[in-house]
């Protein structure tokens, strides 16, 4: 287990109100007390079903393992519409299940547990085109929350949520939506909720210390994204979008960059390179501490490039789109310089964009009464654009 400790702020704090703000982060970055520090790995044999290989498969003769995951990167970026291309699946179905939480700490909360219990939900299933080792992942899971959307369907979209979220967040978002003639599918990331294989508590899998399977995880969570959208096309919706937040916030710029049929997008926390979050964040410090003793910030930046949202702004704006940057003024695991530059990438580019800067932090959005402002403009960002798509 990681021993906790202070996070180092590097800046002066130019006031009460920021030093409020980080040790609020701070503790709330605490809360979970079950990181786990696990050493740099690899992971070659995740890239076997990768396309992009051109005849380079990983073997015992590999040599260099770094040397042929940074030339498989920059193979992923030339040719990025095939890594993120897949089969459409064949058993889109709807299941009716008993809600449950999923959580991620060590002890649950007993009141979600009541809260949720005896209650049923629908939830989209299908295979995910992206195989892994594990059974429980391989099965990709969204909630529906179709609202009264089935009378007039015209906007709908994919919700992806924060690292390590349990199954009940963004819920009260989703019905949100649903009040503003919205459709939501909230999927369910790699490794998450019911995804979660038996051996992890945490959604480990998805972002660690294992190079290749972190670079699988995301490419499955891009892909079981636009499978989403393949449903919803299929039951009528003319007007698709998506919202991601944090880790979720990523996989739908990537997804956006490869799917002409997004035409609304909103990012709620945003980054530039994966392995500068991973580096500097307050929540990933125990993954940098499993690698800092194998590799530095710049090596990691090559051998995660082909799934950071810096590497595809010339694919994102190959279609037209209405997109919203949010970003948090105290954050401590999103640094808001890399949201910075993010907004600066989308004018350099001359997108359709809005930015909004929140005077919190990473966690605390989460918290009252940035929870609210935070849904606000994402809500009403969505209705009017879907609005604006419309006329």
């Not at 009460?16 to 703000?21: E, I, K, L, S, V």
């Not at 995660?304 to 037209?320: D, G, L, N, V």
Request: charged residues 25%; hydrophobic residues 35%; glycine residues 6%.
């Amino acid at each position: 287990m990681i021993a906790r400790r202070p996070f180092v702020i590097l800046k002066s704090m130019p006031s009460p109100y920021a030093r409020w703000m980080y040790n609020w982060e701070t503790r709330l970055t605490s809360v979970d007390n079950n990181r786990v520090v696990r050493p740099l790995e690899w992971g070659l044999d995740w890239a076997r079903g990768w396309p992009c290989r051109n005849g380079h498969l990983p073997g015992s003769d590999i040599g260099d393992p770094e040397k042929f995951l940074r030339e498989f990167n920059h193979r992923i970026i030339a040719a990025s519409d095939e890594f993120y291309s897949y089969q459409r699946p064949t058993d889109f179905r709807l299941e009716t299940r008993e809600v449950q939480v999923f959580s991620t700490r060590d002890v649950p909360d007993p009141r979600l547990e009541e809260k949720v219990r005896g209650t049923h939900a629908d939830f989209l299933r299908f295979t995910s085109p992206v195989h892994t080792p594990y059974a429980e992942n391989n099965l990709v899971n969204a909630r529906w929350f179709p609202g009264d959307s089935q009378k007039n369907k015209r906007n709908a979209i994919v919700l992806i949520p924060h690292w390590n979220c349990d199954a009940l967040g963004y819920n009260s978002l989703c019905r949100l939506l649903n009040k503003l003639g919205i459709a939501v599918l909230r999927l369910s990331m790699p490794y998450h909720d019911i995804r979660r294989p038996a051996e992890i508590r945490r959604a480990d899998y998805a972002v660690s210390a294992n190079i290749g399977r972190t670079l699988d995880s995301c490419r499955q969570g891009v892909i079981d994204v636009r499978c989403c959208l393949d449903w919803l096309q299929d039951q009528g919706y003319k007007h698709l979008g998506i919202l991601g937040t944090s880790l979720g916030s990523c996989y739908a710029f990537l997804a956006a960059a490869h799917d002409p049929r997004i035409r609304v997008a909103a990012f709620n926390h945003a980054s530039t390179y994966f392995a500068d979050v991973v580096w500097t964040g307050q929540s990933t410090r125990h993954i940098r501490a499993g690698l800092e003793e194998k590799i530095d910030l710049d090596r990691l930046r090559d051998l995660w490039t082909a799934i950071s949202p810096m590497s595809y702004f010339q694919q994102f704006s190959r279609w037209p789109r209405k997109s919203l940057i949010i970003y948090a003024k105290y954050d401590l695991t999103f640094p808001p310089e890399f949201s910075r530059n993010v907004v600066e990438e989308f004018a350099r580019h001359r997108l359709d964009h809005k930015a909004v800067v929140l005077p919190c932090g990473h966690y605390s959005i989460g918290e009252t009464p940035f929870k609210y402002i935070d849904g606000w403009h994402l809500a009403s960002f969505l209705k009017k654009s879907f609005k604006d798509i419309e006329a």
